[in-house]
């Protein structure tokens, strides 16, 4: 089984729709991460959550919205979603406690706002 | 605010060619350099590095890092077409770790 994963893997909705994207993580990590992959820009941050209590906007939060409703669990939301918020959506996970930087990434949520 | 800028952008090659793809980075307290690869799916981790002119290898794959001219080349020799990927690199900084600054990206084509 997969150690990150992410539901759902693809969705096309309607503009002014709540869309809600669930990451859940079998590592054991404190830490998630929510990017967003747009052609030609890399992953650009949107939130993260160093633990269930502690939520941090990244450089793109505008728009979006999260939930930490567990160690294992970190939920992103786009309560009115808009077109130029297609993108390919990836989770992230790190252990800070190791000291190292390393991130694992889910399989990818490809959301088309219509 | 943090920058990583990776070059080229794009490179088409044939296999058994090599490659080196750039990444140069401006990251406070910077702490780590790490390098990805992404094949039409999520990233996977390939190598991180901490500290100057110390080579990791993996395969084909090397990458070095020179943290007085604050950049990091990562090599591929004898390409295959199983390259074939987006290429990313990361810089770490501050106080905590595991937050991450992407570059753009490197799309490597290698054709038969």
């Known amino acids: 089984d997969a150690d990150v994963t992410q539901t759902p893997r693809n969705r096309i909705t309607k503009t002014g729709k709540r869309i809600m994207l669930e990451c859940s993580q079998t590592?054991?990590?404190?830490?998630m991460y929510w990017y967003r992959q747009d052609p030609g820009l890399g992953l650009r941050l949107i939130y993260y959550?160093?633990?269930?209590?502690?939520?941090n906007k990244g450089e793109i939060s505008d728009g979006y919205s999260v939930s930490r409703q567990a160690q294992a669990k970190f939920s992103l939301s786009l309560e009115s979603a808009i077109p130029n918020q297609t993108a390919l959506y990836f989770c992230?996970?790190?252990?800070?406690?190791?000291?190292?930087?390393?991130?694992?990434f889910g399989p990818g949520t490809r959301l088309t706002v219509l | 605010e943090d920058k990583v800028v990776q070059s080229p952008l794009s490179l088409v090659v044939h296999e058994g060619d090599t490659v080196t793809l750039n990444c140069s980075y401006e990251v406070t307290n910077f702490r780590s350099l790490l390098w990805y690869k992404q094949e039409k799916k999520a990233p996977t981790f390939l190598f991180m590095l901490?500290?100057?002119?110390i080579e990791k290898k993996s395969g084909r794959l090397s990458s070095i890092l020179d943290k007085k001219e604050l950049f990091s080349i990562l090599n591929i020799t004898a390409t295959q077409t199983g390259d074939s990927a987006v290429y990313l690199c990361?810089?770490?900084?501050?106080?905590?770790?595991?937050?991450?600054?992407f570059g753009q990206g490197t799309i490597l084509t290698v054709h038969p």
């Open positions: 590592k054991g990590h404190d830490r």
């Open positions: 901490t500290s100057s002119g």
């Open positions: 959550s160093f633990d269930v209590k502690d939520i």
């Open positions: 990361a810089g770490a900084g501050g106080t905590s770790y595991g937050k991450l600054t």
């Open positions: 992230a996970t790190s252990d800070g406690g190791d000291g190292t930087d390393t991130q694992y």
